[in-house]
């Protein structure tokens, strides 16, 4: 059984920085994909964030201060994020594509972390 735990959620002034972390344990022989999603109060979910082994890609609102990575050895999905408005408040969720032992690969989601910027 594979979970995905994310962690780093909290309260921070605009203008600051914040460090998301998606933590992935079980049966796990890689996470080959994630994505980070956001749901703004009263918006839809909406994808800001992707990375693969080869790229990374980021919705129009948070490129350039936004950063997604990947810890293969901790199987752990990391998003930086820099220059925060009040905008980038709401609940942050991973996904991710995990490669189990058995090869096969398999689509999990994380509970969610919520973090506030504060104007």
């Known amino acids: 059984q594979v979970q995905l735990v994310e962690s780093g959620g909290g309260l921070v002034q605009a203008g600051g920085s914040l460090r998301l972390s998606c933590a992935a344990s079980g049966s796990i022989l890689s996470i080959n994909a994630a994505d980070w999603y956001r749901q703004a109060p009263g918006k839809r979910r909406e994808l800001i964030a992707s990375?693969?082994?080869?790229?990374?890609n980021y919705a129009d609102s948070v490129k350039g201060r936004f950063t997604i990575s990947k810890d293969n050895a901790k199987n752990t999905v990391y998003l930086q994020m820099n220059s925060l408005k009040s905008e980038d408040t709401g609940v942050y969720s991973c996904n991710a594509i995990v490669e189990e032992p058995s090869r096969l690969t398999f689509s999990y989601w994380g509970q969610g972390t919520q973090f506030t910027v504060s104007s």
């Open positions: 990375i693969t082994s080869e790229r990374t």
